[in-house]
């Protein structure tokens, strides 16, 4: 069975510094592959998607990027934090093959608080 | 152009009683339709899915939800609250050949004893 790993599962960090979270997929080949922030008492804002290695399509602009170094790895950076990165950030995986549906599978979440 | 509208932002309810959440959307392509739960601090977990199959759909933890196309609703029920189904509820639409889900913008349900 297929399972999404995010960590950390929580992080504080200073206005200023790097970011990096890391999504993996297990148990699947070539997915598409999400990234969402969930402000608090707000609804889900895609950040990022790709659809195979080295391909990242940008939602919203902003300080934040994306990679993907690894058919199942999915990455989210920033050089320097602001104190609005602050969130909850989740990534998700669907199937990419033509044919596997619209359904989106969620991570477990890494919450960051920037100060 | 897809859109979700989330009815209520906060719905009460007595542990035992009924649930409805509301949702109405709009897309120009054959739908597909989400319901999504999140706890807090915790990931979404689908709750139940609509994919142009019959129109009433049963999901997990006894939630079920009816297509209306004349309506374009998507409404989520359960018919007897517990206290884990407390939660955040989000209504989903999407399409086939869609790279992207749209989210509304969630329903709070709050259970009392």
């Known amino acids: 069975s297929q399972t999404i790993h995010q960590w950390p599962a929580t992080l504080v960090q200073p206005v200023g510094s790097p970011l990096s979270l890391e999504c993996t997929v297990e148990g699947t080949s070539n997915p598409n592959l999400y990234w969402y922030r969930q402000a608090a008492g707000r609804g889900l804002q895609l950040l990022f998607y790709?659809?195979?290695?080295?391909?990242i399509s940008s939602e919203v602009p902003q300080n934040l990027s994306a990679s993907r170094p690894q058919d199942r790895q999915f990455i989210l950076s920033s050089k320097k934090l602001l104190l609005s990165d602050s969130g909850f950030y989740l990534c998700a995986w669907r199937p990419g093959l033509a044919g596997g549906g619209e359904t989106q599978y969620f991570g477990p979440g890494t919450r960051l608080l920037v100060l | 152009a897809q859109s979700v509208t989330q009815l209520d932002s906060h719905v009460s309810v007595s542990e035992g009683t009924p649930v409805l959440l509301r949702c109405n959307y709009s897309?120009?392509?054959?739908?597909?339709l989400f319901w999504y739960v999140q706890h807090p601090n915790k990931g979404l977990q689908l709750l139940l899915k609509?994919?142009?199959?019959?129109?009433l759909v049963k999901g997990i933890n006894g939630f079920e939800a009816e297509f209306k196309k004349s309506e374009t609703s998507f409404h989520l029920t359960k018919p007897s609250a517990h206290m884990s189904d407390a939660a955040e509820y989000f209504c989903?639409?999407?399409?086939?050949?869609?790279?992207?889900?749209?989210f509304g913008t969630g329903t709070r349900l709050l259970v009392s004893p």
């Open positions: 790709s659809v195979g290695i080295g391909q």
């Open positions: 897309s120009s392509y054959s739908p597909s």
């Open positions: 989903v639409v999407s399409a086939v050949g869609f790279q992207k889900l749209v």
């Open positions: 609509y994919t142009s199959a019959a129109t």
